[in-house]
């Protein structure tokens, strides 16, 4: 995998990786995977090796878009993948948002970014399937409570300095 020149990555480990799609085991195949913040592009990359249909790629950095090209043509699954060069909260904003299985939130850490986006993507519940997964990538020091209407967090992993935080729509009936 190439990585992204210069610092303004954030790798996820391959223990937090395979942990994670581990966790969303073959729910993975045919899904839907939007990774925002992309990078690499590692994570949905690994999404389409394990049977997602479709990924779409977001970065706002031009070399992370042609690193995640790179990787998606090394990894053969190009045809499947969409990647585009743009701002996070203004993809958010878009009215032409499709919906997605999985939603992964991987943000340059202390920038306070990812409970923006997931407040975002809360403000947008058709971005996502009835029974999907938004998963937010980051240090367990970043972590705060965030208010959101539509999502509840549901589950918790750390693995090293990495922690996933497992969101999914809520509509008030069940115990969270």
Not at 11 to 23: E, H, Q, V, Y
Not at 28 to 33: C, E, G, L, P
Not at 70 to 96: F, I, P, Q
Not at 153 to 174: A, I, K, N, P, V
Request: charged share 25%.
């Amino acid at each position: 995998m190439k990585m992204v020149p210069g610092g303004s990555t954030r790798p996820i480990s391959d223990r937090a990786k395979g942990a994670l799609f581990n966790i969303i085991g073959n729910d993975i195949i045919d899904a839907s995977f939007l990774d925002l913040f992309a990078g690499t592009g590692s994570v949905g990359i690994e999404a389409l090796s394990r049977g997602a249909k479709r990924a779409v790629f977001l970065d706002i950095s031009r070399e992370a878009v042609t690193t995640v090209e790179t990787n998606l043509a090394a990894a053969g699954c190009e045809e499947r993948a969409e990647v585009l060069c743009g701002d996070a909260m203004t993809y958010l904003e878009s009215d032409k948002l499709l919906a997605f299985d999985y939603i992964y939130i991987a943000p340059p850490q202390y920038a306070e970014l990812w409970s923006g986006t997931l407040a975002r993507v809360d403000k947008k519940p058709i971005m996502l399937d009835d029974d999907g997964w938004v998963v937010a990538q980051i240090h367990p020091r970043e972590f705060v409570q965030v208010t959101l209407e539509r999502l509840r967090l549901f589950d918790q992993r750390q693995y090293g300095s990495t922690m996933l935080c497992f969101y999914r729509l809520w509509d008030g009936s069940e115990q969270v």
